[in-house]
Protein backbone atom coordinates (compact mmCIF):
# COMPACT_ATOMS: atom_id res chain seq x y z
CA UNK A 1 0.00 0.00 0.00
CA UNK A 2 2.59 2.40 0.89
CA UNK A 3 4.86 1.74 -2.29
CA UNK A 4 1.15 2.66 -4.67
CA UNK A 5 1.12 5.83 -2.09
CA UNK A 6 4.74 6.73 -3.19
CA UNK A 7 4.41 5.55 -6.82
CA UNK A 8 1.25 8.03 -6.99
CA UNK A 9 2.70 11.18 -5.33
CA UNK A 10 6.04 10.70 -7.73
CA UNK A 11 3.36 10.40 -10.69
CA UNK A 12 1.30 13.14 -9.86
CA UNK A 13 4.78 15.53 -9.06
CA UNK A 14 6.47 14.47 -12.54
CA UNK A 15 3.70 14.92 -14.69
CA UNK A 16 2.83 18.36 -13.08
CA UNK A 17 6.43 19.06 -14.73
CA UNK A 18 6.56 16.47 -16.93
CA UNK A 19 2.94 17.18 -18.75
CA UNK A 20 4.49 19.96 -21.57
CA UNK A 21 7.15 17.16 -22.51
CA UNK A 22 5.55 14.78 -25.23
CA UNK A 23 5.62 11.51 -24.53
CA UNK A 24 7.85 10.33 -27.56
CA UNK A 25 10.32 12.80 -25.94
CA UNK A 26 10.01 11.24 -22.34
CA UNK A 27 9.67 7.69 -22.87
CA UNK A 28 11.53 4.80 -24.71
CA UNK A 29 11.37 0.90 -25.53
CA UNK A 30 15.09 -0.37 -24.74
CA UNK A 31 15.84 -3.38 -26.15
CA UNK A 32 16.72 -5.12 -22.99
CA UNK A 33 15.16 -7.12 -20.26
CA UNK A 34 13.72 -5.15 -17.10
CA UNK A 35 16.77 -5.96 -14.87
CA UNK A 36 19.52 -4.60 -17.43
CA UNK A 37 17.64 -1.66 -18.07
CA UNK A 38 16.40 -1.25 -14.36
CA UNK A 39 20.67 -1.59 -13.22
CA UNK A 40 21.23 1.07 -15.85
CA UNK A 41 19.03 3.23 -14.92
CA UNK A 42 20.35 2.97 -11.20
CA UNK A 43 24.26 3.23 -12.52
CA UNK A 44 23.20 6.25 -14.49
CA UNK A 45 21.68 8.04 -11.68
CA UNK A 46 24.04 7.70 -9.17
CA UNK A 47 26.67 8.44 -11.42
CA UNK A 48 25.12 11.75 -12.08
CA UNK A 49 24.88 12.39 -8.38
CA UNK A 50 21.61 11.49 -7.79
CA UNK A 51 20.36 9.59 -4.16
CA UNK A 52 18.01 6.88 -5.38
CA UNK A 53 15.17 7.46 -2.42
CA UNK A 54 12.99 4.14 -3.57
CA UNK A 55 13.45 1.80 -5.88
CA UNK A 56 11.55 -1.35 -7.01
CA UNK A 57 12.28 -4.14 -10.10
CA UNK A 58 9.10 -5.08 -12.09
CA UNK A 59 7.79 -8.32 -10.95
CA UNK A 60 4.73 -11.10 -12.26
CA UNK A 61 2.37 -9.13 -9.30
CA UNK A 62 3.48 -5.60 -9.84
CA UNK A 63 4.73 -5.34 -13.82
CA UNK A 64 5.82 -1.59 -13.33
CA UNK A 65 8.96 -1.20 -11.69
CA UNK A 66 10.10 1.91 -10.29
CA UNK A 67 13.00 4.30 -9.71
CA UNK A 68 12.97 7.57 -8.13
CA UNK A 69 15.49 10.16 -6.61
CA UNK A 70 15.74 12.73 -4.21
CA UNK A 71 16.08 16.36 -4.79
CA UNK A 72 19.07 17.07 -6.04
CA UNK A 73 20.44 20.64 -7.02
CA UNK A 74 22.32 23.47 -5.76
CA UNK A 75 20.89 27.11 -4.29
CA UNK A 76 17.09 27.30 -4.96
CA UNK A 77 16.98 24.87 -7.83
CA UNK A 78 16.30 21.16 -8.29
CA UNK A 79 15.15 18.43 -9.38
CA UNK A 80 13.84 15.35 -8.68
CA UNK A 81 13.74 11.75 -11.04
CA UNK A 82 11.01 9.29 -11.34
CA UNK A 83 11.74 6.36 -13.87
CA UNK A 84 9.12 3.73 -14.75
CA UNK A 85 10.26 0.51 -16.08
CA UNK A 86 7.11 -1.33 -18.03
CA UNK A 87 8.40 -4.99 -19.66
CA UNK A 88 6.91 -6.04 -23.22
CA UNK A 89 5.76 -9.28 -24.39
CA UNK A 90 8.79 -8.83 -26.86
CA UNK A 91 11.37 -9.02 -24.35
CA UNK A 92 11.88 -5.19 -24.32
CA UNK A 93 12.00 -2.43 -21.92
CA UNK A 94 9.71 0.45 -22.01
CA UNK A 95 11.15 3.20 -20.21
CA UNK A 96 9.09 6.48 -18.79
CA UNK A 97 11.39 9.24 -17.45
CA UNK A 98 9.85 12.32 -15.76
CA UNK A 99 12.02 15.37 -14.48
CA UNK A 100 10.67 17.19 -11.74
CA UNK A 101 11.73 20.79 -11.75
CA UNK A 102 11.47 22.22 -8.24
CA UNK A 103 12.44 25.46 -6.49
CA UNK A 104 12.83 25.97 -2.69
CA UNK A 105 9.83 28.44 -1.59
CA UNK A 106 9.98 31.61 1.11
CA UNK A 107 9.88 28.53 3.82
CA UNK A 108 12.32 26.61 2.14
CA UNK A 109 10.52 23.85 1.29
CA UNK A 110 10.63 22.14 -2.53
CA UNK A 111 7.88 23.10 -4.62
CA UNK A 112 7.73 22.76 -8.58
CA UNK A 113 9.00 25.02 -10.65
CA UNK A 114 8.09 26.39 -14.17
CA UNK A 115 10.79 25.45 -16.82
CA UNK A 116 11.07 26.55 -20.20
CA UNK A 117 9.50 23.27 -22.46
CA UNK A 118 12.60 23.15 -24.21
CA UNK A 119 15.18 23.03 -21.63
CA UNK A 120 12.89 20.24 -19.92
CA UNK A 121 12.33 17.86 -22.82
CA UNK A 122 16.35 17.91 -23.32
CA UNK A 123 16.84 16.48 -19.73
CA UNK A 124 14.36 13.99 -20.28
CA UNK A 125 16.94 12.94 -23.79
CA UNK A 126 19.17 13.21 -21.42
CA UNK A 127 18.49 10.89 -19.02
CA UNK A 128 17.01 8.75 -21.45
CA UNK A 129 20.68 8.43 -23.28
CA UNK A 130 22.44 8.28 -20.67
CA UNK A 131 20.89 4.76 -19.87
CA UNK A 132 20.68 3.36 -22.90
CA UNK A 133 24.70 4.44 -22.98
CA UNK A 134 24.78 1.82 -20.26
CA UNK A 135 23.37 -0.96 -21.84
Not at 46 to 66: C, W
Not at 70 to 85: F, P, Q, T
Amino acid sequence: MQRLLILFLALFLAGCASSNVPESERTRTLDASSDQVFDATVSYLQNAGYEISDQFKPTVSLPEGEITTAVHGEGNMGEKIACILRPTESGATKVSVHVTALTKNLEGAWVPARKDKNTLAQRHREVLRGIEDLL
